[in-house]
């Protein structure tokens, strides 16, 4: 991926005067509407919404949605990418529990390869990113929003890497992320203790860029970053994000099998699928 990535750019250097030129259209995302995808034609940003109410788990089909989407920015060059939700209080509950209840070998495969290949997508992505964090962002949720380069958040909700308090540990990929974010030490702590932040912790501790008042004004400010970088030359934008990235992209794109067999060993244990039950039913008595 890294090198095609590369081979992108090398591409886009040799023709940048017509790709200033091109002016990029709406598209969906698919077959199905778990992701909305809204590019302004004045700026070339798109709004990238997602739509599985009601707490936006990330399963299969939203997953899969969400790579198709970033496949299609990237080949339709965006000029920027805003992550954000469709539900007024969830930004996204991280991963679907239910995936991993009781799992089916097949879909359990096709799902954590689909979640590495979104994390991979995002992550390198050659287009500038920013999450516009509209409701809590727990575990997978809060994933999504550290592969965006800005983070805005809407007052009083929670984010974090909560993993260690449903007793497991957040994956590799989870972390790197987290670090690139979050100095060593603060990451540390919080991946240990599980800490979800308020939205103003989250500010004092870096983990988001801005608060804002509610949505729109959360998108307003990540449009406002991503416009940033009219100045700035888009390839060697791009090249500079994913040279800082590589190390991260390239220890999962080179361990992935691995990676897999680690997350379908550890939901196949009887006690992790006790402990996901219980989880699941203390959501549902709620
Ligand atoms: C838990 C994992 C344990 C073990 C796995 C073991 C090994 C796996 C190895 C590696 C993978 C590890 C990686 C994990 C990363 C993750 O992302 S795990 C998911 C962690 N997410 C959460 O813990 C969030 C749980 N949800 C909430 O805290 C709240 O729902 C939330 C604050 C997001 C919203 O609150 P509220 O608006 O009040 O909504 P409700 O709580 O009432 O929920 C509405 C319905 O949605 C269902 N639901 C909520 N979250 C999830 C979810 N993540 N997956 C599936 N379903 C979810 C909830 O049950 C309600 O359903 P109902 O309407 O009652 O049927």
Redesign the pocket.
């Known amino acids: 991926m890294i090198r095609n990535s590369i081979n992108l750019l090398t591409k886009k250097l040799i023709s940048s005067t017509s790709c200033q030129r091109t002016r990029m259209r709406c598209f969906s995302s698919g077959a199905t509407n778990l992701v909305d995808v809204n590019v302004n034609d004045k700026t070339g940003i798109a709004v990238v919404t997602l739509n599985r109410p009601?707490?936006n788990?990330l399963n299969l089909e939203l997953l899969t949605d969400l790579s198709k989407t970033l496949d299609e920015l990237e080949s339709n060059r965006s000029k920027g990418m805003i992550l954000t939700s469709s539900s007024k209080?969830?930004f996204s509950?991280?991963?679907?529990?239910?995936e991993?209840y009781n799992p089916e070998p097949e879909r359990s495969k096709a799902f954590w390869t689909a979640l590495q290949d979104v994390w991979l997508k995002l992550y390198g992505s050659p287009y500038p990113t920013a999450a516009a964090i509209n409701g809590?962002s727990?575990?997978?949720g809060c994933l999504l929003a550290i592969c965006c380069e800005y983070r805005v958040m809407v007052n009083d909700f929670t984010i974090g890497l909560?993993?260690t308090r449903?007793?497991?540990s957040?994956?590799s990929f989870f972390i790197s992320s987290f670090r690139n974010v979050l100095s060593t030490r603060e990451a540390e702590k919080a991946l240990t203790l599980g800490t979800m932040f308020s939205s103003d912790e989250a500010l004092k501790v870096g983990l988001v860029d801005e608060i804002a008042t509610d949505k729109a004004d959360s998108i307003n400010k990540c449009e406002n970053f991503l416009l940033e970088f009219k100045k700035v030359s888009s390839m060697a934008r791009a090249f500079t994000k994913q040279s800082l990235r590589k190390k991260d992209l390239e220890e999962l794109e080179n361990n992935r099998e691995q990676d897999l067999q680690l997350?379908l060993f550890?939901?196949n244990q009887p006690i992790?699928q006790k402990?996901?039950g219980a989880?699941?039913q203390s959501?549902?008595k709620?």
């Open positions: 009601p707490v788990s209080t969830v509950a991280g991963l679907d529990i239910l991993m809590h727990p575990a997978g909560n993993e449903l007793g497991i957040a994956p997350f550890a939901i992790v402990g996901l989880y699941i959501l549902k709620k």
